[in-house]
């Protein structure tokens, strides 16, 4: 889908390449991410198709313009990996048909009974549904493949659904077992209300139910998602994803997803989800409490893998962008591509808060991409004996500029009548040691709260643009009455960081574009309680782009790199 107002009325326009041939990239870009999927080139929005094939290869799909860095001339770019971070780029997978088309949002199934009949002598054919649009229309579609989902024949018969609407698109497919029939989930974008439909083929629907619970209403709807997901019994747990953590699995809960846009909260676009029970053909929400799936700006139109273990974490990736800015950002003139995903996430839900069921994600494992076996810079407390900041200067160390940093907060005093609960303050901050620019965040410890903040107004690379809003907070409750903990991870990887607060209760995704490669971190503390314990550890990441253009490498060409400067002193706070 594209930004609100936008028409795919653009001619078509066959990409700089030949059909067959996987477009090529320069990954070597400063503000390029390293960890980050990215297109080779060109403009890059939804993630669609998400699913992962019986070899254990994940496939994602998402929204591409491959002549231009704005949105348009939408295709479906295609890419694999086997781990979620080191990925392939494949060949466009999907393309428009005649002038004026685009191939819009979608999703993608294994048939694996062949109910379509396209595949009578296979298990592992893959049918893409999506959305095609056109100056009169959009409708539903389908195109088949034969080969594991790299290439794809569309069906003679399409469209599958049509209801004669310009604003009906995006639908996302999954098999209901107990009625053995697929369902559809699909929004009516400007009327705030989605459909859902069930098929026992792929190519017959037939009208179900429709949803339209508003809780952030927005001016439309987009790329919505229903599918069922695990919940924990533990979220404070220190490993809160283990499988032994997982209540036991009630196949009738289900989230449903809806990305708004325009119209957010902090504006433009955003994601907001209902935890909730289905039957097959009604979606009834557990209530009607307001819950966004971040608090930053900058991740929207995600998705969940299809055919992941019915009895793990969902696996997602979502659009790291906003469309208030998404079409200006200084990689479309300085390097030629705009727009990354997020980070590959696993997501459950735990009942944490009041409202209940809320949802806990956290980045795929990342201790494969550690460039040393152990971490560049760590702290076991530093609030002690007036060593108060660690400091880290990683510009010859961490090639990729990618880093990864965990702080975690012990022995936080309980608020009750007698004391006044946790106080003080932590912040991180990145610098660049050659323009002087630094980003950061940080926690402001209140009574039974934690406020967290980004901060992103120190940068200088994409000035003067009234929507690029460069503060966001969160309020975090602590969750144990007599000794409370509460930690912080992220990633950043040159131009986007991630934040993921207290066991994934809480993320925020943020972009950023400094003119100079961060290259340094401080992380201090001001005024903690007594007897509060603050430990801090900090990896690099290797890249997992080495290769395309020159990537700067994986350190020391895939091996272990020795560790980068650190220092340690009292006082100095990031900021």
């Known amino acids: 889908c594209l930004a609100f107002g936008t028409r795919s009325t653009l001619s078509q326009v066959e990409p700089n390449s030949s059909r067959g041939t996987p477009i090529p990239g320069d990954y070597s870009g400063s503000l390029r991410p390293q960890i980050h999927f990215s297109p080779p080139q060109g403009f ?29 001339n939408q295709h479906w770019g295609h890419a694999t990996t086997n781990d979620l971070y080191h990925w392939t780029n494949q060949p466009i997978a999907l393309y428009p048909g005649a002038p004026g088309e685009g191939i819009f949002s979608g999703s993608a199934v294994i048939d694996v009974n062949n109910t379509s009949g396209f595949f009578p002598d296979q298990t592992n054919g893959v049918v893409a549904i999506y959305t095609l649009n056109t ?55 400007r009327d705030l209300a989605l459909g859902i439909y069930t098929s026992p083929d792929l190519t017959t629907w037939t009208h179900a139910s429709n949803f339209s619970e508003t809780v952030f209403a927005g001016l439309q709807w987009e790329c919505p998602a229903l599918v069922p997901i695990p919940v924990l019994r533990n979220a404070t747990a220190m490993d809160p994803l283990s499988p032994s953590n997982f209540a036991s699995t009630d196949p009738s809960i289900y989230i449903l997803i809806i990305s708004i846009n325009p119209g957010a909260p902090l504006g433009g676009s955003t994601t907001q989800y209902f935890p909730g029970r289905f039957n097959g053909t009604h979606f009834t929400p557990i209530n009607s409490a307001s819950r966004l799936t971040d608090f930053s700006k900058d991740n929207y139109a995600g998705q969940f893998f299809y055919n992941t273990p019915s009895d793990a974490p969902l696996t997602s990736i979502a659009w790291a962008s906003n469309w208030e800015y998404a079409q200006t950002v200084p990689t479309g003139p300085l390097e030629n591509y705009r727009s990354s995903m997020t980070l590959p996430r696993r997501n459950v839900l735990a009942n944490i808060t009041r409202a209940g069921y809320d949802l806990i994600s956290l980045p795929v494992d990342l201790s494969p991409l550690y460039t040393t076996r152990q971490p560049l810079a760590s702290s076991s407390n530093l609030a002690i004996n007036n060593t108060n900041s660690l400091c880290i200067e990683y510009s010859a160390s961490i090639p990729s500029g990618a880093v990864y940093f965990s702080i975690n ?7 009750s009548s ?13 610098h660049s040691t050659t323009t002087g620019e630094r980003l950061g965040g940080g926690v402001f410890l209140n009574g039974d709260t934690a406020n967290f903040f980004l901060d992103r107004s120190h940068l200088r690379g994409f000035p003067d643009n009234p929507f690029f809003t460069d503060k966001f907070s ?8 007599d000794t409370s903990s509460w930690r912080v991870e992220g990633v950043l990887d040159r131009s986007l960081l991630e934040v993921f607060l207290n066991g994934g209760q809480n993320s925020g995704t943020m972009s950023f574009f400094p003119e100079g490669r961060l290259d340094s971190l401080v992380v201090g503390t001001e005024g903690l309680n007594e007897g509060v314990e603050v430990g801090v550890r900090v990896w690099g990441l290797e890249s997992t782009w080495a290769g395309e253009g020159d ?17 340690m002193g009292g006082g100095a706070l990031g900021g």
Do not use: C
């Open 474 to 481: 969160s309020v975090n409750f602590f969750s144990r009455e």
């Open 409 to 415: 907060i012990t022995s936080i005093p309980p608020l």
């Open 418 to 430: 007698t004391t006044p609960g946790a106080t003080g303050s932590l912040n991180f901050t990145f």
């Open 551 to 567: 990537g700067e490498g994986k350190g020391n060409n895939g091996s272990f790199v020795e560790n980068g400067s650190v220092m």
């Open 44 to 72: 890059m929005n939804d993630p669609n198709g998400l699913f992962l094939d019986g070899e254990g290869t994940y496939h994602l799909y998402y929204q591409y313009n491959p002549n231009a860095t704005v949105a348009g």
């Open 135 to 189: 100056p009169d229309e959009e409708t539903q579609n389908i195109a088949y493949s034969h080969d594991g989902g790299y290439t794809f024949t569309k069906y003679s018969q399409n469209p599958v659904l049509s209801i004669n609407s310009t604003q009906f698109r995006d639908p996302q497919v999954t098999w209901y077992a107990p009625t053995q029939s697929w369902v559809m989930v699909v929004a009516y974008a």
